[in-house]
């Protein structure tokens, strides 16, 4: 649920970016939540993480992050194979948008049976019977205010950016892969933060790692399906750049995080990787 409600405005940024017209600012904006959480978001959480730890080490669950890398793995296989279509000009490289919805119906469903199965062996781990704070039909009515005030503000947020892309001279990119990134998902990357600062490592890493599933395994194939009803066609060709960025984010958060630990200098290897990332898309 917390991924859910931090990811609405990067599902309403991408919208309005599409309808207006703005692609690289939507694919950007799409992979660069990617790169910001698996990589910015998570290595901070590990550095938090490390330093509270007796002994400078971070300990969690090792399910979810190889769940994660699964999911992202699919996600960079489809996008791998549209590029290679399209780049050496095969006879698939004309159906791209057929072949991304497939794609996207297929990731959904990989996505589905994940999340089920996830839910409710997290559901029998925990075992807990805690009296919800509040009731179901608040709980509901908050959901939709906070889905309304998001889509708000995310049209606010899309008008007003490429005025700002001028005026600061800054790449499109940049704007998507930084900029839209770390401000739509600020709420999810707060709660990540505060729970790794309170030495609560398992819920800081599923806030991130849920977050990078749910936006790879869900949010992009949706909104994929989506732009066949915009302006603007959202499909799984992006630039080779952060194609084999993703490639290579996907392979050092398997090898970070699969044995389950996380030392301080692991925390700054992630973000030295985002920085370099912004770097390039800076001077695109």
């Not at 990357?189 to 398992?202: E, I, P, V």
């Not at 044995?259 to 695109?284: M, T």
């Amino acid at each position: 649920m917390q991924s859910t409600l931090g990811n609405l405005p990067e599902l309403f940024v991408v919208i309005f970016a599409l309808q207006s017209g703005a692609l690289v600012v939507a694919q950007t904006a799409i992979v660069g939540s990617i790169f910001a959480n698996g990589l910015l978001v998570l290595g901070i959480v590990f550095v938090i993480g490390a330093r509270r730890a007796p002994d400078g080490v971070m300990r969690f669950k090792v399910k979810l992050p190889k769940d994660t890398a699964t999911l992202l793995q699919v996600t960079v296989f489809i996008l791998v194979l549209v590029a290679l279509a399209v780049t050496t000009h095969n006879v698939a490289s004309r159906h791209i948008e057929a072949i991304s919805a497939v794609g996207a119906v297929c990731l959904l469903g990989v996505y589905l049976a994940w999340v089920v199965r996830y839910a409710r062996e997290d559901k029998v781990e925990e075992g807990r019977e805690l009296a919800p704070r509040i009731s179901l039909g608040a709980t509901l009515a908050l959901l939709v205010v906070a889905g309304v005030a998001s889509a708000f503000v995310s049209d606010w947020f899309v008008n007003a950016l490429e005025p700002a892309i001028h005026v600061l001279n800054i790449s499109p990119a940049f704007a998507g892969i930084v900029i839209i990134a770390i401000a739509g998902n600020a709420v999810e990357n707060f709660t990540a933060l505060s729970m790794a600062g309170r030495g609560r490592a398992d819920l800081a890493i599923s806030v991130v790692k849920n977050s990078v599933a749910q936006i790879a395994a869900f949010l992009y194939p949706l909104l994929v399906l989506i732009s066949f009803a915009l302006h603007t066609r959202l499909t799984f060709t992006l630039p080779p750049v952060y194609i084999g960025a993703l490639l290579l984010t996907t392979l050092a958060l398997d090898q970070i995080t699969s044995d389950g630990e996380a030392a301080e200098f692991e925390g700054w290897a992630l973000v030295a990787l985002y920085v370099i990332l912004a770097v390039v898309a800076l001077f695109e």
